[in-house]
């Protein structure tokens, strides 16, 4: 199983940026999947995940972030407008399948004010 994310960078308060996960070597279309981050210092938190085809999102993220989901090419998207200093942190895609737990290395994304 691999899980790659991408997209990660540096961008101003206010600005945008769109988060990527390609998975492979999973049944990525039967899967639950998810963005968590964590920031320096702070424990790893959801953002938002689609289970069961039911999307949550964190509350400090909701209406500024997207959840989407491609499940003919295996991937796992994140757009996140409107984006704050609070926001910086490392993101990491998950995928649990079965009961199974898969992560990605994560992608750091850094918020300047």
């Known amino acids: 199983v691999q899980l790659q994310a991408f997209g990660g960078g540096l961008v101003q308060a206010g600005g945008s940026l769109r988060l990527s996960c390609a998975a492979a070597?999973?049944?990525?279309?039967?899967?639950?999947v998810g963005w968590y981050r964590q920031a320096p210092g702070k424990q790893r938190e959801m953002v938002a995940i689609?289970?069961?085809?039911?999307?949550n999102y964190a509350d400090s993220v909701k209406g500024r972030f997207t959840i989407s989901r491609d499940n003919a090419k295996s991937t796992l998207s994140l757009q996140m407008n409107n984006l704050k200093p609070e926001d910086t942190a490392v993101y990491y895609c998950?995928?649990?399948?079965?009961?199974?737990?898969?992560w990605g290395k994560g992608t750091r994304v850094t918020v300047s004010s």
């Open positions: 998950h995928v649990n399948m079965w009961g199974v737990n898969y």
């Open positions: 070597g999973i049944a990525f279309s039967i899967s639950d």
């Open positions: 689609i289970t069961s085809g039911v999307t």
